[in-house]
């Protein structure tokens, strides 16, 4: 650490490409190679999403968020950790794996320019199913925005198939990777629900989808609302009485080839002096009193929380960009210069549903992304954060860290892996009898490019200082993107 605070760099980029190499092989073992001690009540399976492939067959992909989607399981039992890693194996994937070439290039490639955007949500293109994996109603589904969820085995990770939530999802409908479970849902009892939405793209303007599930995976409610423009929405929040959805300025531009990389949205154009709109949604039925409001513009991949203080004033909290940066279409992703992108950071947005006011305020300088908070307190306030974050304070760089975040007292806790360690997002696991929001475990999956392979690296939540235990695992695992916790089945 001491070395480090010097240096204005704390990586290089050959090491951080590395974590970008393709894992094509699946494995199962007992993690043996352990520092520290697993914890005993850690009892479930953390399962992950991400791009395994990075090229197919040799040929590279153009961005890794085209790459197949692998899931990795960690299952926890008494003290011991199982792992086992499988790619989706979506009709395309076995499709490219049967024929030993790539067969969808065209969908992704510059040779067909707007070619794949004007089919990003429809379900005719390639599936990868490589951005979330969340197990709910009894089933693990493989989720990615533009298309329906792939269905998995849980315990084995075999691919069972697409699948249209008993359906629920039409042809050309799609569903989100970032469901948001209300555990307290009116609409359920005040039992936990699943929330989650699809955009369909129609012509010139966009609908919102938004499915409310019970915990069998039984849909409660369905609404939709139509907003007009092109919407690029990745993620929203929720609280007890509003969806809510950030439409970011976006068009088509086909040409740029767009680089986030903490983020998906090639080919997508952000348009600086436009105001984000922000559109609330509400749960009751007949949902009609739609509110929307704007604010300076800022791209928004991932939101923190949201909660509602009274029946005016709703908080959201989410990771800001100034701008989506772009970079040439001739260029790889892996000779990004980081300091040349604007940072991700943690902002605070106050929306004032009557006088439709919206006020932001920067939480923290860090650039950060992938955050995660205690599951009970989605949709109500709440007071901690973990989430990925950058080593240096300010300037943009690869996630090297985890950071806590302390909203009441701006206190911060940060456990450093650079130079040699990339992180992703923390997973915060709450302890079966935990009294305080930060009494739990957090789990992170760490490429160490020093050894060429991923720890799977446990914190207790109340001081990530450090460490309670590093799990090795023999191989890598290309940078993922989100993942959840499933506590063992009784
Ligand atoms: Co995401």
Same mark, same amino acid.
């Given at each position: 650490?001491q070395?480090?605070?010097?240096?204005?760099?704390?990586?290089?980029?050959?090491?951080?490409r590395?974590?970008?190499?393709?894992?094509?092989?699946?494995?199962?073992?007992?993690?043996?190679?352990?520092?520290?001690?697993?914890?005993?009540?850690?009892?479930?399976?953390?399962?992950?999403?991400?791009?395994?492939?990075?090229?197919?067959?040799?040929?590279?992909?153009?961005?890794?968020?085209?790459?197949?989607?692998? =899931?990795c399981?960690?299952?926890?039992?008494?003290?011991?950790?199982? &792992?086992?890693?499988? !790619? %989706?194996? @979506?009709?395309? $994937?076995?499709?490219?794996?049967?024929?030993?070439?790539?067969?969808?290039?065209?969908?992704?490639?510059?040779?067909?320019?707007?070619?794949?955007l004007?089919?990003?949500?429809?379900?005719?293109?390639?599936?990868?199913?490589?951005?979330?994996?969340?197990?709910?109603?009894?089933?693990?589904w493989?989720?990615?925005?533009?298309?329906?969820?792939?269905?998995?085995?849980?315990?084995?990770?075999?691919?069972?198939?697409?699948?249209?939530?008993?359906?629920?999802?039409?042809?050309?409908?799609v569903?989100?990777?970032?469901?948001?479970?209300?555990?307290?849902?009116?609409?359920?009892h005040d039992?936990?629900?699943l929330?989650?939405?699809?955009?369909?793209?129609?012509?010139?303007?966009?609908?919102?989808?938004?499915?409310?599930?019970?915990?069998?995976?039984?849909? =409660?409610?369905?609404?939709?609302?139509?907003?007009?423009?092109?919407? &690029?929405?990745?993620? !929203? %929040?929720? @609280?007890?009485? $509003?969806?809510?959805?950030?439409?970011?300025?976006?068009?088509?531009?086909?040409?740029?080839?767009?680089?986030?990389?903490?983020?998906?949205?090639?080919?997508?154009?952000?348009?600086?002096?436009?105001?984000?709109?922000?559109?609330?949604?509400?749960?009751?039925?007949?949902?009609?009193?739609?509110?929307?409001?704007e604010?300076?513009?800022?791209?928004?991949?991932?939101?923190s929380n949201?909660?509602?203080?009274?029946?005016?004033?709703?908080?959201?909290?989410?990771?800001?960009?100034?701008?989506?940066?772009?970079?040439?279409?001739?260029?790889?992703?892996?000779?990004?210069?980081?300091?040349?992108?604007?940072?991700?950071?943690?902002?605070?947005?106050?929306?004032?549903?009557t006088?439709?006011?919206?006020?932001?305020?920067?939480?923290n300088?860090?650039?950060?992304e992938?955050?995660?908070?205690?599951?009970?307190?989605?949709?109500?306030?709440?007071?901690?954060?973990?989430?990925?974050?950058? $080593?240096?304070?300010r300037?943009?760089?690869?996630?090297?860290?985890?950071?806590?975040?302390?909203?009441?007292?701006?206190?911060e806790?940060?456990y450093?892996?650079?130079?040699?360690?990339?992180?992703?997002?923390?997973?915060?696991?709450?302890?079966?009898?935990?009294?305080?929001?930060?009494?739990?475990?957090?789990?992170?999956?760490?490429?160490?490019?020093?050894?060429?392979?991923?720890?799977?690296?446990?914190?207790?939540?109340?001081?990530?200082?450090?460490?309670?235990?590093?799990?090795?695992?023999?191989?890598?695992?290309?940078?993922?993107?989100?993942?959840?916790?499933?506590?063992?089945?009784k």
């Amino acid at each position: 650490m001491q070395q480090l605070e010097k240096s204005a760099q704390s990586y290089s980029l050959t090491d951080w490409r590395q974590g970008y190499e393709s894992q094509y092989q699946e494995s199962e073992y007992l993690i043996d190679d352990i520092e520290g001690e697993i914890p005993l009540d850690l009892s479930g399976t953390l399962y992950r999403n991400g791009p395994g492939l990075l090229d197919v067959h040799g040929t590279p992909l153009r961005h890794p968020f085209d790459g197949d989607g692998m =899931i990795c399981a960690f299952t926890f039992d008494r003290g011991r950790c199982f &792992f086992r890693n499988r !790619f %989706v194996k @979506t009709r395309e $994937y076995l499709e490219e794996q049967k024929a030993g070439k790539m067969l969808y290039r065209g969908v992704f490639g510059s040779q067909k320019p707007g070619g794949w955007l004007a089919n990003l949500f429809d379900i005719r293109v390639k599936n990868i199913a490589n951005t979330n994996a969340i197990y709910w109603g009894n089933k693990l589904w493989a989720l990615w925005e533009a298309a329906h969820p792939y269905r998995l085995n849980p315990d084995n990770l075999d691919t069972i198939g697409l699948d249209n939530l008993g359906g629920i999802l039409g042809d050309g409908d799609v569903f989100s990777a970032h469901p948001r479970i209300d555990r307290h849902s009116q609409f359920n009892h005040d039992k936990p629900s699943l929330v989650n939405f699809g955009i369909k793209q129609e012509g010139i303007s966009s609908t919102i989808n938004v499915y409310e599930f019970d915990e069998l995976g039984k849909i =409660i409610q369905q609404y939709s609302y139509k907003t007009p423009g092109f919407c &690029f929405i990745h993620d !929203f %929040v929720i @609280t007890p009485h $509003y969806c809510i959805f950030f439409q970011n300025p976006t068009s088509y531009n086909p040409l740029p080839f767009v680089f986030g990389f903490k983020g998906a949205g090639e080919c997508l154009d952000f348009d600086s002096s436009k105001p984000t709109k922000i559109i609330l949604i509400p749960r009751q039925a007949p949902h009609e009193k739609v509110i929307t409001l704007e604010s300076e513009a800022g791209f928004i991949f991932h939101h923190s929380n949201a909660f509602e203080i009274n029946e005016q004033e709703i908080v959201v909290d989410s990771i800001c960009y100034a701008q989506l940066s772009q970079i040439d279409p001739d260029n790889s992703y892996k000779e990004v210069d980081f300091n040349k992108l604007a940072p991700g950071q943690l902002w605070r947005f106050k929306l004032n549903l009557t006088n439709k006011k919206v006020t932001k305020e920067l939480i923290n300088q860090r650039c950060v992304e992938f955050p995660y908070i205690h599951p009970d307190n989605v949709g109500r306030d709440y007071r901690y954060i973990f989430i990925g974050a950058a $080593y240096h304070p300010r300037n943009n760089a690869p996630l090297q860290a985890l950071l806590k975040l302390d909203l009441v007292t701006k206190e911060e806790q940060l456990y450093s892996f650079a130079p040699k360690g990339f992180a992703g997002e923390p997973v915060f696991i709450p302890k079966e009898n935990g009294v305080s929001e930060d009494d739990g475990w957090v789990l992170n999956l760490i490429y160490d490019s020093s050894h060429h392979r991923s720890d799977l690296v446990i914190f207790d939540g109340k001081d990530i200082r450090q460490p309670v235990a590093t799990l090795h695992l023999k191989q890598h695992i290309p940078y993922g993107l989100h993942g959840s916790f499933a506590s063992t089945r009784k």
